[in-house]
């Protein structure tokens, strides 16, 4: 109950309970009182209308104002074609802040603040490029604009040569597979939430990409198979069987840019193993973006790019970098002194 219905409650039993006791004393008669009970009931009626819609225009309110928040957002426009010269990723001297008007204002992140401040490197295609640093330092954040989810306030991000501003973004994402730190499965079966990588794939291509993704041995045991549903995001799943789902997704999609973000994050030693071995051969030939915490993970990459606060520390080969006395050294001794 609101406040304002409350008072209109309490209003009523005020009338009820002062006429009853002028009853009771002989200063009102019975029928007054009825009257009264009526005229009362009569005069509330409006007040508890006018109440409700009030709550409903303020909850308008709230709409109106999110939907001018979208509007506001400026659409990403580009060609529908993308020229790129091979699948070299560069950053530019990028720049990038995230606006309460991006993406999800629930997410108290540090809208109005730098969070890459002239991020210039390159993924080389054929390479695994290893992104590491800090939490919070902007990891996810290049992932996604290599990709344009979002543009850079200044900078440039080229794929192949080509600025990805300049295409149009569903051209663009074509070329990407990317496994999200934070996996979406949907309140669908195995096979058609990995069918998302690509449309058009038959079931034997899904079932290799699975295979691969090391899914089969956690799918015999859902009571369906692969056509278990697995709940809202994959409840019914570990975060480790989700994230091979979403693995397994990228792999059919097969694009020639590969970005895994903290991909095997959840996954126990044995299964990362089996998954990496999978992907390094699927990984042949294309560009790939790694994010990783666990320096076992990076272990094989052939270029390591140090974050932290949004700017680049260091860059250089996993074994040039344990030679400098820096941040990649420190993340490697915290974690036991090796790769
Ligand atoms: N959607 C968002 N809106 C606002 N701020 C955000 C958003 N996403 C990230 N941030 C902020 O940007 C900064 C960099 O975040 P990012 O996710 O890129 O870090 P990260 O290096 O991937 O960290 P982690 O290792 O914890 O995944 C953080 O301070 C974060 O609060
Ligand atoms: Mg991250």
Redesign the pocket.
Known sequence: MTLAQFFLRFGIVAVLLAGGLMVADGSLSVTMFILYLVMAGRVYEPFGSSFMLMAEMISSLVSIKRTKQMEAIKEQGGQPVCNNQGYDIEFQDVVFT?HAD???TA?????G?R??NGVSFVAKQGEITA?I????????????LAARFWDADSGRVLLGGVDVTTVEPETLFKNYSIVF?EVTLFDQSVMENIRLGRQNATDEEVLAAARAAQCEEFVSRLPEGYQSNIGENGCILSGGERQRISIARAILKDAPVVIL??ATASMDAENETLVQQALSELLQGKTVLV?A?RMRTIANADKVVV?DH?QVVEMGTPTELLEENGLFQRLVAAQGGHL
Do not use: A, F
Not at 107 to 111: A, E, I
Not at 133 to 144: E, H, L, N, Q, Y
């Open positions: 995230y991006l993406e999800d997410v108290s992140g540090r809208h603040e969070v890459l992104l640093g800090p939490s919070g330092g902007g990891k996810s954040t290049v992932s996604r730190q973000d903290e994010i915490h974050l949004g």
